[in-house]
Nanobody
Framework: QVQLVESGGGLVQAGESLRLSCVTS????????MGWFRQAPGKEREFVAA????????NYANSVRGRFAISRDNAKNTVYLQMNSLKPEDTALYYC????????????????WGKGTLVTVSS
């Protein structure tokens, strides 16, 4: 049984930074891709960032590229999302996910999800 537990969300002002963490259990962490998604009120869940099992490949949504950075520490079974220069439009529930997949029609998806951590950015 795969478990993903996010932490690090909170309330910050625009321009500030926040780092999210996601601890994974129940599998060999380094084997699997990891990613972050987010969902704002009234909107569909969207892809934010992804990282390969060994950390040698990353990908970002255009809306966060240059501001956010995904990383992983396989010794700690943890993936991080460093969020800099936060904007009010970044406000959302952020989900950690694993076993990412990509479909040319629907974009990124995942097989396992955490419960989410809330990030609120005030102007």
């Amino acid at each position: 049984q795969v478990q993903l537990v996010e932490s690090g969300g909170g309330l910050v002002q625009a321009g500030e930074s926040l780092r999210l963490s996601c601890v994974t259990s129940g599998r060999t962490f380094s084997t699997y891709s990891m990613g972050w998604f987010r969902q704002a009120p009234g909107k569909e869940r969207e892809f934010v960032a992804a990282i390969s099992g060994n950390g040698d490949s990353v990908n970002y949504a255009n809306s966060v590229r240059g501001r956010f950075a995904i990383s992983r520490d396989n010794a700690k079974n943890t993936v991080y999302l460093q969020m800099n220069s936060l904007k009010p439009e970044d406000t959302a529930l952020y989900y950690c996910a694993t076993d990412l997949r990509y479909n040319i029609w629907t974009g990124y998806g995942a097989d396992y999800w955490g419960k989410g951590t809330l990030v609120t950015v005030s102007s």
